[in-house]
């Protein structure tokens, strides 16, 4: 039987997330598995999963802020804002200087109002805005408050005609849309941009160097967690140690005495095994969810 834990994948191009999902639950032999935040299918790289219990930390790294390398090309539009998607409008965009190039990228950093791309996973009156757009419909989707912490641009080259790919680097928040900020610098160039490639580099502190590729994943089959659920949290959250006495109360729901720890955090038993993620407020540290075994 597959323990509980995460596993960091690094996901191929042309699969869904939910892809992986599927595979990593034949390869572990158990129903109980999810992803920590959708990747496209075009994209690659980091891809968190959760087996067992520790599906129920995912609601976290689902939060937790990522990195990207990717490739923009400006002086064409798609539909769907990636390379996915049908192009919709070419501009020749040779005559654009790299210094203009830099300064479309600019105004993409720190707090922005980002609208998202159409073609995306948000629900619409409790249907998806991809779906709607597929239908045939335009949809206009409300701007939302993310932060993009790094933007580099790290190349730009001009080996194609009439367009121009530019490399760049993102650290951001859950929820910012790499495909958006494509479309947001070709509209600022007015030459239209869109994604050509996308790999994502980091999920919180989980990367690329740890991850596995599903063929790594099938060579190890059933054992395919890499961090057991203990020291998934203890790498993702701050610790806290229990005594017997506050392990025994946690495990039952009970709350104990705050220590003024910054949460959520995770709190050990004296054998080390992994009982709860808690968050203290009003002098008392309370469970979010409790882990331990029945």
């Keep these: ?17 939910h892809d992986v999902v599927a595979r ?11 992803h920590g935040g ?18 129920r930390l995912l609601t976290y790294v689902i939060g937790a802020g990522k990195s990207y390398t990717a490739t923009v090309r400006l002086g064409q539009a798609t539909v769907t804002d990636d390379a996915e998607g049908d192009v919709i409008a070419t501009t020749p965009a040779g005559q654009l200087t790299d210094a ?15 609208v998202p791309s159409a073609v995306s996973a948000i629900k619409i009156n409790g249907q998806r805005a991809y779906q709607r757009v597929r239908e045939g419909e335009s949809v206009e989707l409300p701007a939302r408050r993310v932060t993009v912490s790094r933007l580099d641009v790290r190349a730009i080259r001009r080996d194609t ?3 121009v790919d530019v490399d760049i680097d993102v650290t951001c928040s859950s929820g910012t849309y790499i495909r958006a900020l494509a479309r947001d610098a070709g509209l600022a160039l007015r030459v239209g941009g869109h994604l050509t490639a996308l790999r994502r580099t980091a999920v919180g502190n ?15 089959a059933p054992e395919v967690v890499n961090l057991p659920l203990a020291a998934a949290a203890d790498r993702y959250f701050p610790r806290r140690d229990a005594t017997a006495t506050e392990a025994r109360t946690l495990s039952h729901g009970g709350p104990l005495d705050a220590t003024g720890l910054a949460g959520p955090y995770a709190v050990f038993g ?11 407020r ?3 540290a309370r469970a979010e969810i409790v882990l331990a075994p029945a």
């Design 282 to 284: 009003d002098g008392r």
């Design 38 to 55: 959708t990747l496209d299918p075009m994209a690659t790289g980091v891809l968190v999963i959760g087996v067992g219990r520790a599906t």
């Design 161 to 163: 005609p009439d367009v």
């Design 206 to 220: 989980f990367t690329l160097a740890e991850a596995a590729t599903l063929a790594e994943l099938e060579q190890r």
């Design 1 to 17: 039987m597959s323990t509980d834990g995460l596993i960091v994948v690094d996901k191929p191009g042309g699969m869904t997330s």
């Design 100 to 114: 203009a190039v830099r300064d479309a990228f600019t105004p993409l950093t720190g707090e922005i109002d980002q």
């Design 270 to 280: 004296p054998d080390g095994g992994l009982i709860a993620i808690v968050s203290e």
């Design 24 to 34: 990593v639950r034949r390869l572990a032999r158990t129903r109980r598995v999810g």
